[in-house]
């Protein structure tokens, strides 16, 4: 009941990115449901079947990720003050992500059914009674445990990625590894637990507490108390203070005293460029020298390691792309693009990465075809306005993310006087930025691709 309220009660954006997930989950059934109907039509090739199911898998895979872009970004369920003194904590609301994302995929997985019976002519009484029955095996029964099989698989699967990724996680960092003194001045801790014998027999004192230990030493061994609460004094005239300060600056500091750490600079930057650009390469160069034996297995192989190595390579790129806006000497504008990049490499950099594979294998399947793809058929552009759609909408979904975690710094740049036209301008650098450094580099890959299957 707590989900259906909360899905009730959304804002119109919210729910159109629900919308868009149960639509690309209606397509992706339909695929499925159809790749079903090839199966019951034509029962001796198997393999062609086999092949348009494996196919399923890209459309699946894009709202599936879909799906999870915009359950990372649904306001009702994110952790706020306050939540958990109700009953709605972090486990509470990650349930709460999951049935609403369970709920998008069933109502698209349901429309995909009544479609997929329409089409075929199972249901009449509206437009387009039996427009594929031959495509669709209209004249042979359902089998109904398959349809709901391959029904259940995406909501399944979205349900348990929205879980997985939206886990209640521990919010304190780990205790750093600090190094101890031990027994005598030794690096390390002790072997055993220290007793208090220990401590107090031999004058061991830990390191921000050595200073009092010695100071303690001193006015024991070389002053005299005085009861009435005059300054304790040496036995030479001079008070324990200095007698500490003078031991403290004749003593050498100790040789295998352990260096202060040195911060690491590149923590803020993704560690992903090398391998991305390592497999793009390798998908290329199996596409290049793909055997006539088996040429589609190649390709296929080609395009996976090719589409890995880009979404590995996006946030790098990304990142990069934020530093060449500031090179040189930037002005207030080319700097907070190029930072604002740079802090949000890592969340809009993979669905750019995601972006880029689809855009190059449209481009590529295109060129091929030598023209805007007339040859394609019903299914197959059904396939591709999946894909493309699920990626574009994940990618958008992804700049509301940015947006919203920006929301925080926006808010104290206006308190401190940014006009908003600065910050509508560093938008727009931005927007304008990426794609002049993914165009060019989608339209090569696309080139390369192609080229083998020229020939």
């Known amino acids: 009941m707590l989900a259906l309220r909360l899905t009730r009660a959304a804002r119109p954006a919210v729910q159109l990115r629900r919308l868009l997930v149960a639509a690309a989950s209606a397509g992706t059934g339909l695929l499925l449901l159809s790749s079903l109907g090839h199966a019951l039509a034509h029962p001796e090739a198997a393999d062609a079947a086999a092949l348009r199911l494996a196919w399923c898998a890209a459309p699946l895979a894009a709202t599936v990720y879909l799906a999870l872009a915009v359950a990372r970004t649904d306001p009702g369920t994110r952790p706020r003050p306050g939540l958990s003194a109700v009953g709605l904590g972090p486990a509470r609301l990650m349930a709460v992500s999951v049935l609403t994302t369970a709920l998008s995929c069933s109502l698209g997985s349901l429309l995909a059914l009544l479609f997929f019976l329409h089409l075929r002519g199972d249901l009449t009484g509206l437009p387009f009674d039996g427009a594929a029955a031959g495509l669709l095996a209209a004249g042979l029964p359902l089998p109904v445990p398959a349809a ?39 690096l390390g801790g002790p072997a055993g637990p220290e007793t208090f014998g220990a401590y107090g027999r031999f004058g061991i004192r830990l390191p921000s507490a050595t200073g009092a230990g010695r100071g303690g030493a001193a006015g024991g061994n070389r002053g005299v108390a005085a009861g009435d609460g005059r300054t304790a004094t040496a036995g030479d005239g001079r008070t324990a203070t200095a007698a500490l300060l003078e031991t403290d600056g004749d003593r050498p500091a100790p040789e295998s005293a352990p260096e202060p750490p040195v911060p690491d600079t590149r923590a803020g930057t993704p560690a992903g460029l090398p ?13 290049a020298y793909a055997g006539r034996s088996a040429p589609a297995l190649a390709v296929l192989l080609g395009w996976l390691l090719t589409g890995v190595g880009l979404v590995l390579a996006g946030p790098g790129l ?10 040189g000497r930037p002005g207030a504008l080319r700097l907070l693009a190029g930072r604002g990049l740079m802090a949000e490499a890592a969340r809009i950099g993979r669905p750019l990465g995601v ?9 590529a399947l295109t060129a091929l075809s030598g ?25 958008l979904t992804a700049a509301v993310e940015s947006r919203q975690y920006r929301a925080g710094t926006t808010a104290a740049l206006l308190r401190l006087g940014a006009r908003p036209a600065l910050l509508r301008g560093a938008a727009a650098l931005r927007a304008a930025a990426l794609p002049a450094l993914f165009g060019p580099l989608v339209l090569a890959i696309a080139a390369l691709s192609a080229l083998p299957l020229s020939r």
């Open 148 to 186: 709901v099989t391959l029904l259940t698989v995406l909501p399944v699967t979205a349900t348990a990625a929205v879980a997985v990724a939206l886990r209640p996680r521990d919010p304190r960092p780990p205790a750093p590894a600090v190094r101890r003194f031990g027994r005598f001045g030794a």
């Open 275 to 287: 391998w991305g650009v390592a497999l793009v390469t390798a998908g290329l160069a199996a596409q």
């Open 318 to 327: 990304t990142h990069l792309c934020g530093r060449l806006l500031q090179a």
């Open 355 to 363: 972006l880029c594979t689809v855009a190059s294998a449209g481009c």
């Open 371 to 395: 023209g805007p793809a007339p040859a394609f058929g019903p299914l197959s552009t059904l396939g591709a306005l999946v894909v493309g759609g699920a990626t574009l909408a994940t990618l």
